[in-house]
């Protein structure tokens, strides 16, 4: 599921100091924003849209395709499968540090009612040009533009760094999936993978992804399968072996998880593997020119 002007959001956590700066930079780029929630502040209005004490309220008087949680990690869980029973299709959670047994019962209720979740820990969504969910700058038209090159990232920072790089290189976006940095997630790389895989306005994939876990592996298998080329990026190289390394998904046991494996994996799939960001592009256009030749 990618992003469209069209999808209708619902903004959980509307009223805080973060949801309403991001609220306001969603609906000023386009973003169909309906309506939010604050249990506190429940009938009042807030940037033009209404807020109510839950989804399940705000769903009776609107249709809700997407819903967006700015919600402290305690809070997390209750808001999630407000979220599912109010019928939305795509939730994206942005809050880390939810407690794992918490995680575990938000995906629970996704799968009950069909909804797929992005993150947690995700920094979100952008469909260049036309909307956005979540906290990337898609806004900035230095690091985003309309354009064929799907970005798959586990790291908000690191894929606005590869969109910067991208765009600097004459190359546009024609979507960016966070797809999080916890160790589980709703929407996988490979998850990813194939919603871009199957975007007729997808003409390439870059997949950000970091040492730890096995999403990189995945992703390959499916990337082996398909006639769009795929070039990678696996931050962690460096990384002192024993230690975690920033995102709660990149913790490396023994062998597993670790950068050479990913990259030999991704490269026996047929994928360019960059050695820096800055590399992305060089290998990018060689893939697409590879191809058209």
Known sequence: ????KEHRVLVQGITGKQGTFWTKAMQDYGTSVVAGVNPRKAGSEHLGVPVYACAVDAARDNRIDVSVMFIPPMAAKAAAIDACEAGVKLLVCLTEHIPAHDVMEMHAAAAANGVRIVGPNTAGLVTPGECFVGIMPA????????????????????GTLV?????????????????????MIGTT????????D?????????????????AEESAAEYAAGMSKPVV???????SPPGKKMGHAGAIVSGSS????????????AGVAVADVPSQI????KESLDSKAA
């Open 1 to 4: 599921m990618i992003v469209r």
């Open 139 to 158: 806004f900035n038209a230095n690091v985003f533009r309309p354009g064929e090159i799907g970005v798959i990232s586990r790291s908000g920072s690191l």
């Open 163 to 183: 969109s910067l790089n991208l765009t600097q290189s004459g190359f546009g976006q024609s979507a960016f999936y966070g797809v999080g940095g916890d160790p």
């Open 189 to 196: 790389s490979r998850d990813a993978l194939e919603i871009l």
């Open 198 to 214: 199957a975007d007729a306005g997808t003409k390439a994939v870059v997949l950000c992804g970091e040492i730890g876990g096995s």
């Open 232 to 238: 990678a990026f696996i931050a962690g190289r460096a």
């Open 257 to 268: 998880g670790g950068y050479d494996a990913k990259r030999a994996a991704l490269e026996a």
């Open 281 to 284: 592009p060089v290998l990018l």
